[in-house]
């Protein structure tokens, strides 16, 4: 060992405590970084996507509430349909842009232009519920024709339906011997789709339940729902029986959706339509009510009339919005078709 | 006798000098993401994660519409609730209160739910639904919106659709404020660990 003098020795162990000290002061802070970039890296999304998206989401159920109230209310002609919705997309994204102003994004939500496709809404709303029958009853028990040529509307981005927003209130339902069926059959062809419904449905709650089969060309499968009240919403295009997904009438391995491999344009017919009550709605997209050929259906709602319902009216089907999304880190520009209760 | 001292000194200042390093170092690295603190990130990603799948598992189901009609029409104020008009212990006995309380109450996390909507004169106000004190710093929020249209109706508080239309409701919190629509509600959920 050199000759180190006692001044010399406690130099030296103070330069080595100082090194020391640094060493710990750097590697504190590498650990730190590691640690902060693991923080930045477990952090969802950070530019916010999901908002936007979330958001994309709520934007069409607002509109389609202002498409679902345009067809009740403003029914009188396509153009009072058109401005009716207008005016919902018009709250809906005065609305949303205060809203999401707050979370420090601006949101514009308008129509496409000429991306209106209209329809018909034919409707059964009577208090108490009626039998599934047309307007005078006469063919009853007989299979008859609810809607004629509905056609399907083709987005680009996928084949669409023609039919939406088909919901049964059922109050009685038909036995398993004579099932109520509601038949989606190809426009001048023999492919049909075919819903049969029965079940029990009585004072006790206890055993009731209701049964769906689905027969499309390719083959059957049906779903039985336990139901705990005297009467059952079964949503025919969107899939639920009670509120309960029902897979026969879903995408999925069978895909028993509403009206699957009949073609492009179809009839809805049903049968046995004696047997159960309740009431109903289904919007289709199709010729303009007004010069359709609709023989057992009122052309409109006369509540003095027993006998009025069913009735049909102009409908908006489906329409397209420009949704915008603009926030510091984002921005997103999309279409969104519109069309509530449409199978998919 | 100098030379003696001096070591000693030494010695002292450099156990100290050594202490206080790695004592400084320990320090910067306390608390990390992973650590049991309140302050974590990690938990907070899960809480905001949870909050928002609760939120849109309800909006699929109808439940976000429910919990916001779920209006005592004479008494003007939510099922249930107290005079204070908002709940405090139990959720509302909705889907969305009930998915709420299994998701959080169960993990020791706490919630508030604020329904914020247009007045007419154009102002957002936002009203609680359920309240459980002040979000602690870390509080997590997310939120959905929800369309009213003018029919509407208000649900009884075993869940039923009353005869009540928003339009015919009197009591009802949120005014109509469009011409299509009645009014946007925002539902925000704000989770905290307690």
């Known amino acids: 060992m050199a000759d180190l003098g006692s001044r010399s020795r406690g130099q030296l162990i103070l330069v080595a405590a100082f090194a020391l000290a640094v060493t710990f002061v750097a590697l504190a802070l590498v650990v730190n970084s590691a640690i ?6 477990s952090r969802g999304e950070t530019g916010g996507s999901g908002d936007a998206l979330t958001l994309r989401h709520d934007v069409e159920r607002g509109v389609g509430q202002s498409i679902a109230s345009a067809n009740v209310y403003n029914t009188t002609d396509q153009s009072a349909l058109q401005q009716g919705v207008d005016r919902g997309i018009g709250d809906v994204n005065t609305a949303y842009s205060k809203q999401s102003a707050a979370d420090t994004a601006i949101v514009n939500v308008s129509r496409k232009s000429g991306s209106t496709t209209y329809g ?4 059964q709303n009577e208090s108490g519920g009626r039998v599934f029958g047309p307007d005078n009853d006469a063919l009853l028990s007989n299979e008859w024709t609810v809607i004629y040529g509905v056609e399907r509307v083709t987005p680009a981005s996928e084949p669409g339906n023609g039919t939406r927003a088909f919901r049964m209130n059922v109050s009685e339902a038909p036995t398993a011997a004579t099932p109520f069926t509601v038949r989606a059959e190809e426009y001048g062809g023999s492919a049909e789709w075919r819903m049969e419904l029965y079940g029990d449905l009585d004072d006790t709650v206890s055993d009731n339940e209701v049964t769906v089969t689905i027969t499309k060309p390719s083959g059957s499968e049906s779903c039985t729902v336990a ?14 029986v009670a509120g309960e997904p029902c897979d026969a009438l879903r995408k999925g391995s069978f895909d028993g ?13 049903y049968a046995n339509g004696d047997q159960i009550k309740g009431n109903y709605s289904l919007v289709t997209a199709n010729n303009s009510a007004a010069n359709m050929d609709a023989p057992n259906l009122n052309d409109s709602y006369d509540a003095d009339d027993p006998r009025a319902s069913p009735y049909v009216t102009e409908a908006v089907y489906d329409v397209t919005v420009r949704y915008v999304y603009q926030s510091p880190k984002l921005e997103y520009e999309t279409d969104v078709r519109v069309a509530p209760g449409e199978p998919r | 006798m100098d030379r ?36 974590s990130q990690h938990i907070e990603n899960q809480q905001r994660s949870v909050a928002s799948g609760v939120l849109s598992a309800a909006a699929e189901r109808d439940g976000l519409e429910e919990t916001v009609l779920y209006w005592n029409e004479s008494d003007g104020d939510f099922h249930n609730t107290s005079s204070i008009g908002y709940y405090t212990s139990d959720p ?32 957002t106000i936002q009203n609680r639904v359920v309240y459980r004190g002040v979000p602690s710093d870390n509080a997590v929020s997310a939120s959905r919106t929800v369309t009213l249209t003018d029919d509407d109706r208000l649900y009884d ?8 239309t928003l339009n015919e409701s009197s009591s009802f919190y949120a005014q109509d404020v469009g011409t299509g629509v009645y009014n946007v509600v925002r539902v925000e959920v704000v989770a905290w660990r307690i």
Do not use: C, W
């Open chain 1, 257 to 269: 959706r509403f009206s699957n491999g009949v073609g492009q344009k179809y009839n809805i017919t």
């Open chain 1, 120 to 123: 018909s809404r034919v409707v």
């Open chain 2, 4 to 39: 003696g001292q001096a070591h000693t000194l030494e010695g002292v200042v450099a156990a100290l000098l050594l202490l206080a390093s790695v004592i400084f170092a320990l320090q910067m690295t306390a608390v990390t993401p992973l650590s049991a603190s309140t302050s």
């Open chain 2, 92 to 123: 509302p006995n909705t889907t969305l209160g009930s998915m709420l309380s299994r998701s959080f109450d169960q993990e020791g996390i706490s919630y508030n739910l604020y329904v914020s909507f247009q007045s007419p004169s154009g102002k």
């Open chain 1, 227 to 240: 139901v705990e009240e005297e009467y059952t919403i079964v949503d025919v295009t969107s899939g639920t």
């Open chain 2, 157 to 164: 508080h075993d869940l039923r659709r009353t005869n009540v």
């Open chain 1, 36 to 41: 902060f970039t693991e923080n930045l890296a």
